[in-house]
Every structure is written in structure tokens, then in C-alpha cells.
């Protein structure tokens, strides 16, 4: 087993910049990839970013490429996302996660099976 817990979430206004961030514990957390998928109101959980277990392979959404940057420590188990030029339509419940995803599933939700309770990014005018 693997517990998340979010961080950081809070109100920005549109252009500024906010860092969240996931601590994680329990099973030993260098094993796993992780990363963030998020939740905008009234629609589906979507893909953001995940890192690799070694760190040398990064995915981003095309929403957020260029603007959000991953990162992780194994040592301290924990994962931040980075945002700059916030959007309103970055506006949502960011979600902690943790798998091993196959080879194509990397940017599927259903292949990570450990979850944190979210965070919410709230992005004003």
C-alpha cells in the first residue's frame, strides 16, 4: 500500500504561478511511477504529468506543456508539479497518483492504483 497526500493547492489568478506537492508512504515509493491527473469542474478526470521511477522520462498533457514541470525525490518520497502561466481552465481538484502502468497506459488513470485526496487549484481572472 501506498498513501498520498496533496499539498499546496489554493486561489491564483490567471498568469501567476503555484506549486503543489505529494508526500508519499507506506510501500517503498522509488518502485512506482507518479504523477498528477486532475478533475475540472463538471468533467472527467484527465491526465497532467507523470514521471518515471528513474526520473529520466517525463509525459505532459499538450494543455500543459511548457508551463507545468514534474519532479520527484525518491529520497523523501515526495512528487511537485510546478505551474506557470496558470489558465482558468487549470482550474481543478489535482490528484496524487502512484502505479506501474504498462507500456501505452502511462496517461490512463486506470493504471495507477494508489490515489491522494486532491488538492484544489483554483484559477481566477
Known amino acids: 500500500q501506498v498513501q498520498l497526500v496533496e499539498s499546496g493547492g489554493g486561489l491564483v489568478q490567471a498568469g501567476g504561478s503555484l506549486r503543489i506537492s505529494c508526500a508519499a508512504s507506506?510501500?517503498?515509493?522509488?518502485?512506482?511511477?507518479v504523477g498528477w491527473f486532475r478533475q475540472p469542474p463538471g468533467k472527467e478526470r484527465e491526465f497532467v504529468s507523470v514521471i518515471k521511477v528513474n526520473s529520466r522520462h517525463t509525459y505532459y498533457a499538450e494543455s500543459v506543456e511548457g508551463r507545468f514541470t514534474i519532479s520527484r525525490d525518491n529520497a523523501a518520497s515526495t512528487i511537485s508539479l510546478e505551474m506557470r502561466s496558470l489558465k482558468i481552465d487549470d482550474t481543478a481538484i489535482y490528484y496524487c497518483?502512484?502505479?506501474?502502468?504498462?507500456?501505452?497506459?502511462?496517461?490512463?488513470?486506470?493504471?495507477?492504483?494508489?490515489w491522494g485526496q486532491g488538492t484544489q487549484v483554483t484559477v481566477s481572472s
Open positions: 497518483a502512484a502505479g506501474r502502468p504498462i507500456n501505452g497506459e502511462t496517461r490512463n488513470a486506470r493504471a495507477y492504483h494508489y
Open positions: 507506506g510501500h517503498t515509493f522509488r518502485g512506482y511511477t
